[in-house]
């Protein structure tokens, strides 16, 4: 799950330094969220996990 969201985040920092346009960085402003989103969820179940196994 952690791979899938830094896949969807990556992009997005690279488009931050390169000169966009509004539309372009709009595109990628969504898939980002739901990278950010996944990433979250993913740290969540790992430190459920390790709660779990102490």
Do not use: C, N, T
């Amino acid at each position: 799950m952690m791979v899938i969201a830094l896949s969807m985040i990556l992009p997005l920092i690279g488009i931050l330094f390169s000169k966009i346009s509004a539309e372009d960085l709009i595109a990628f402003v969504f898939p980002a969220f739901i990278g950010v989103i996944l990433f979250y969820a993913a740290i969540r179940e790992m430190l459920e996990k390790r709660k779990f196994r102490k």
